[in-house]
């Protein structure tokens, strides 16, 4: 009986730390700043492509993001704002022309379904690209 009522004690303990931890890794600041800045300058593409690649890119390849509810939850906030920044390092669709950008690697990324990426789409498959979608992509991004 000791035993058993040592073993609650502990897990009682153990649940309060963990959430104790939990708030405070709340307070951390990496992981809030849910910042877009302006658009400068898009792709000279059509409303069909732009569509399509604001519902599949946009919200880690653009100063556009939608920034769901669980951005602002640590740890999930500290991938979300590590994805975006990474995206947006890599291409930036609001900042098109601000730097030597590889079209012809985006239509490959996307024709090897590397794009958008499997994470991403567990909890948006709303961005899940059709077949037909996936090759407007690559022909407006693909080898010229």
């Avoid at 992981?31 to 658009?39: A, C, K, L, W, Y």
């Avoid at 690649?53 to 769901?68: G, L, R």
Wanted: charge should be negative; charged fraction near 20%.
């Amino acid at each position: 009986m000791k035993i058993v009522k040592t073993c609650g004690i502990a897990l009682g303990l153990l649940v309060a730390a963990g959430l104790a931890l939990f708030v405070l890794i709340q307070f951390i600041p990496y992981g809030h700043d849910h910042s877009n800045p302006p658009v400068l300058q898009e792709p000279d593409w059509d409303a069909q492509t732009r569509a399509i690649a604001k519902k599949a890119c946009f919200d880690c390849h653009s100063n556009e993001v939608v920034w769901p509810w669980y951005s602002n939850v640590a740890p999930v906030s500290w991938l979300v704002q590590s994805d975006v920044e990474e995206g947006r390092s890599r291409l930036n669709f609001s900042e098109w022309g601000s730097r030597r950008m590889e079209t012809d690697e985006i239509g490959e990324l996307v024709a090897e379904g590397e794009m958008p990426p499997t994470k991403y789409l567990i909890m948006h498959p709303d961005a899940n690209l059709t077949n037909a979608e996936r090759q407007i992509l690559i022909n407006a991004f693909g080898e010229r």
